[in-house]
């Protein structure tokens, strides 16, 4: 007794047998296209760029003189120290702390009255220095401005 096939399973093999027929052609394809080593091999030139060219014997290499190496950081030029001048825009002697609004800018500053060289009252004008403390800057040697 012979199996019939209906017209969709007819189609569904003709689709198989194509795929297996386009999947062998590409098989094929790569085979034939397949590259020599010398079309795989990348080059790395002085600048750390990747190039297909190999890098020339001849290149004349610089000199280096050892003692011109220099292994730390330059002298600062003497500066003149920058005196910053902030109005005092909240203290709570109480607790011991404030905070000083620059003058020359929006920052407010925190400072605490270990910091306080002079007696400071709210809204006075002082002349501080800044010091990098573990939440941002904080103004140390505050002193009311005469």
Same mark, same amino acid.
């Given at each position: 007794m012979a199996k019939s096939m209906t017209a969709g399973k007819r189609e569904n093999? !003709?689709?198989?047998? /194509?795929?297996?027929? $386009?999947?062998?052609k590409?098989? $094929?394809?790569? !085979? &034939?296209t397949k590259g020599s080593f010398d079309d795989m091999i990348a080059y790395v030139d002085?600048?750390?760029? #990747?190039? &297909?060219?190999?890098?020339e014997e001849n290149i004349k290499k610089q000199e #280096?003189? %050892?003692?011109? #190496?220099?292994?730390?950081?330059?002298?600062?030029?003497d500066e003149e120290p920058v005196i910053l001048r902030g109005r005092v825009e909240f203290f709570n002697e109480a607790r011991g702390f404030g905070f000083i609004k620059d003058? /020359?800018? #929006?920052?407010?500053?925190?400072?605490?009255?270990?910091? %306080? %060289?002079? $007696? %400071? !009252?709210?809204?006075?004008i002082v002349t501080f220095d800044l010091e990098r403390g573990a939440k941002g800057m904080n103004a140390v040697n505050i002193n009311l401005e005469r």
């Open positions: 093999e !003709k689709k198989r047998l /194509a795929k297996r027929e $386009e999947k062998l590409r098989k $094929e394809g790569r !085979k &034939s002085e600048y750390g760029m #990747i190039t &297909s060219t190999p890098p #280096i003189n %050892v003692e011109e #190496i220099m292994i730390s950081t330059p002298k600062k030029e003058l /020359a800018g #929006i920052e407010k500053y925190f400072f605490h009255v270990n910091n %306080v %060289v002079t $007696e %400071v !009252k709210e809204g006075n």
